[in-house]
């Protein structure tokens, strides 16, 4: 009789050569290459775990396409490298939709019912469909104009405000990114929610940090009640307390944008405690990328002399100091005349982002004439591989240069369409424009009134193995700590005379 190893042998390269075959057969000719098939529909989960984020450069690295298939179990992902590629994707998007993929983390992340689910999932790519609707509803609140300039006021207001505490206490020793994230939460939730803003609470805070790192659990449906236990508890604890913020119509105080959100719940149907549920999606978008971007921002400005020295200079040029000694800076001037803070920031972006555009094929797709997408396969387009691309940013795409993004007379400008920090096309982030308003004026003032030193001595560039892989921007693994000492006992007031400008953050500003 055949021994067991005999038999074992026998059944794993039978497996094997069955997979091939059905590799084999289910690959139509004219889809993108399949790659990483040592083990079919095995391998390519292996790399991904193992690899993590850099996963899309290694393979980028290895076999140099523009576009490439990934065969999973039960699923094809095509990865898109080549940034004209990813132009058309975006011309696409009723064909190739992202809207389909808003309509299952509904259901999953946020736990709307039946029928509010059927009323988000219904006719995704339909013209007057919720999904199709929300961005014509939320437009106005979050382009230049006065609900965007009410809440950046607000929001900044909250920051100042707690600087000047902090400026009064003299050196204190901070935990950065803790620090960070708690001031960026409270100013932004400030400025979207109003005086009745849930966050205020600390245990609303709290839950919402016990909820993010879980999020992946719920989006991917991997029995969140049960592997995800404490972050499905406090979830439901801020759907009660959003329950209560909208019944009691405090959302009527809030901005411009909240109102909007609760409009178009209101006029397909859906009522005031699903839209409590909606609200967790709400926050999401607000909070899980603006957070460790304020806190990255902070660390290349300050970990680095040089960065520091010329964001400070140029800052310095715009401030005012009147006879009694108080410094003023006006949000219009850091908006519109420091092309090195806003270079910083875009580095910034395209240094730590992690994120990946992606769509779903409604239908069979032969994209640019030549490469078949599936109906039902899963399109992605990775920030990384655009932000790590030399022949785009030059050789020296591994250091963070914070000049890079300042215009300089005869040079041609990189396309910017590689510029993935926001997304693009009709995922273009619509909140762009509040973050990064906050986030730079946030920097500035810690800039021009603080100095932050490391407790050990010198700076480390934190690990992000551990974190969430929703995030677009990574959280540390570990925190710095740093001694924050003001650099004077002056008054700071910040100005908002013409502060309603736009600024040229991702390809469509720069079109427009």
């Given amino acids: 009789m055949p021994s067991t190893f005999v038999l074992a042998a026998g059944v794993v390269a039978a497996t094997y050569v069955f997979l091939h075959a059905l590799l084999r057969l289910t690959q139509d000719t004219k889809e993108p290459p399949s790659l990483g098939n040592t083990i079919p529909f095995v391998t390519p989960m292996l790399n991904m775990a193992s690899k993590g984020v850099r996963f899309h450069c290694y393979m980028r690295d290895k076999y140099n396409l523009p576009i490439y298939t990934l065969r999973m179990p039960w699923m094809r992902i095509y990865i898109i490298n080549s940034t004209p590629l990813i132009t058309t994707v975006q011309s696409q998007f009723k064909a190739l939709s992202f809207a389909a993929i808003e309509a299952s983390i509904a259901a999953n992340v946020i736990g709307v019912n039946k029928a509010t689910n059927d009323i988000i999932g219904s006719d995704v790519n339909k013209e007057g469909s919720y999904l199709m609707s929300f961005p014509k509803y939320v437009h106005s609140a979050l382009s230049a104009g006065p609900g965007l300039d009410a809440m950046n006021r607000r929001s900044i207001q909250v920051i100042t405000q707690s600087l000047d505490r902090c400026a009064q206490g003299g050196p204190r020793t901070i935990r950065m990114f803790e620090w960070v994230r708690h001031e960026l939460l409270l100013a932004?939730?400030?400025?979207?929610?109003?005086?009745?803003?849930?966050?205020?609470?600390?245990?609303?805070e709290n839950a919402w940090y016990t909820f993010e790192p879980a999020a992946m659990m719920f989006v991917l449906n991997l029995l969140p009640r049960v592997f995800a236990r404490e972050g499905y508890k406090a979830r439901e604890y801020m759907v009660k307390v959003w329950e209560q913020y909208f019944e009691q119509g405090s959302y009527k105080q809030g901005s411009e944008l909240i109102q909007t959100r609760v409009k178009i719940n209101d006029d397909f149907h859906i009522d005031l405690k699903e839209t409590a549920r909606i609200e967790i999606?709400?926050?999401?978008?607000?909070?899980?990328?603006?957070?460790?971007?304020?806190?990255w921002m902070i660390y290349h400005i300050f970990s680095n002399p040089t960065v520091l020295k010329d964001v400070k200079a140029e800052l310095f040029k715009g401030v005012q100091e009147d006879d009694s000694g108080v410094c003023t800076i006006d949000l219009s001037y850091v908006k519109g005349s420091c092309p090195i803070l806003l270079s910083t920031f875009k580095e910034m972006m395209r240094v730590n982002a992690s994120s990946s555009a992606t769509r779903i094929a409604m239908e069979d797709y032969?994209?640019?004439?030549?490469?078949?997408?599936?109906?039902?396969?899963?399109?992605m387009m990775p920030a990384t591989v655009q932000h790590t691309d030399r022949l785009i940013w030059g050789d020296n795409i591994d250091e963070f240069d914070h000049m890079r993004f300042v215009r300089k007379p005869g040079t041609k400008r990189p396309n910017p369409v590689a510029f993935r920090g926001?997304?693009?096309g009709t995922t273009l982030c619509p909140g762009r424009h509040f973050a990064s308003t906050e986030i730079l004026m946030y920097s500035a003032l810690m800039v021009l009134r603080f100095d932050?030193?490391?407790?050990?001595?010198?700076?480390?560039?934190?690990?992000?193995?551990?974190?969430?892989?929703?995030?677009?921007?990574?959280?540390?693994?570990n925190d710095i700590s740093v001694i924050m000492r003001p650099t004077s006992n002056k008054l700071w007031n910040v100005s908002f005379s013409g502060y309603d400008q736009g600024m040229e953050i991702a390809a469509e500003d720069i079109e427009c």
């Fill in 422 to 424: 926001f997304g693009g």
């Fill in 452 to 477: 932050l030193e490391p407790v050990e001595g010198k700076w480390f560039t934190p690990r992000t193995t551990k974190s969430p892989l929703i995030n677009g921007l990574p959280v540390p693994d």
């Fill in 366 to 379: 032969l994209l640019n004439g030549k490469y078949l997408l599936k109906k039902g396969s899963t399109i």
């Fill in 188 to 204: 932004t939730t400030e400025g979207v929610y109003g005086p009745k803003n849930p966050f205020r609470d600390p245990v609303m």
């Fill in 281 to 295: 999606g709400g926050s999401q978008a607000i909070l899980t990328n603006s957070l460790p971007g304020a806190f």
